[in-house]
């Protein structure tokens, strides 16, 4: 894997971490690529221009080189973009980082992300909007869809039967939605998963209903392992009904 200084590659930054004294190791989101862990050597401590640049939610143009583990980020440069980072505060910069977590735990390395990338910069531009429920269930949606799981919406997994708007149902984590029984826990409507289906999303009552599914569904992918994102949502007190993961 190389992408030299004459084929940059559109990148946003999902995580960084200290490696040895002066350089970061970044996990960045590509679309040819996905996840792509590399070194950014010598920029920790200081003004460097590539610590300035390699932050969250800014659009990027990225190359490196190298074929092992860790390749060496030699090109960072900002790309123009209707994005401000300025303008994430309080619960939608929480929104943000729950994007850039998700993709960072659940993307495997090295693999394309086009999907995902082409639904990123959307995203964070609705997390000031009232679309902001809407634009993080797509999100996930297409996550889980980008690894392998997309979550199956649109029939009964015991008996095949399409889904039907007026029916109730009970989703088995992870494999799908089978019709419920009167007393079944966290029953969805058909309504919820059709709408999904179609990336509709309809009204509140649905909105609702589908941030519980995806709630569980990452929880499930996720191992068990809480978001680090949550706990900035704990410093602006009562997480929200909705919006969040």
Known sequence: MSAGRDNLVPAFLLHSRAFRDTSL???LLTPGHGRVSLIAKGV??????????LQPFKAL?????GRGELPVLTTVEEARSDFNSARLQGQALACGYYLNELAWRL?????????????YLPTLLALNETSRDVALRHYEITLLRQIGYAPVLEHDIDTGAAIEPDK??????PDGPVSAGEHDPAQISGAALCAMAELSFGNETLLREMRDLMRRLIHHHLDGR???S?????????LPQSGHG
């Open 107 to 119: 993307l495997p390395a090295n693999e394309p992300a086009a999907e995902l990338f082409a639904c």
């Open 44 to 53: 920790r401590g200081g003004k460097h221009s590539r610590a300035m640049l």
């Open 230 to 238: 949550r706990k900035m949502f704990r410093m602006f007190g009562n």
């Open 25 to 27: 190791i970044v996990d």
């Open 168 to 173: 109730r149902y009970c989703y088995r984590i």
């Open 61 to 65: 143009h990225v190359g490196w080189v």
């Open 226 to 228: 809480e978001l680090e």
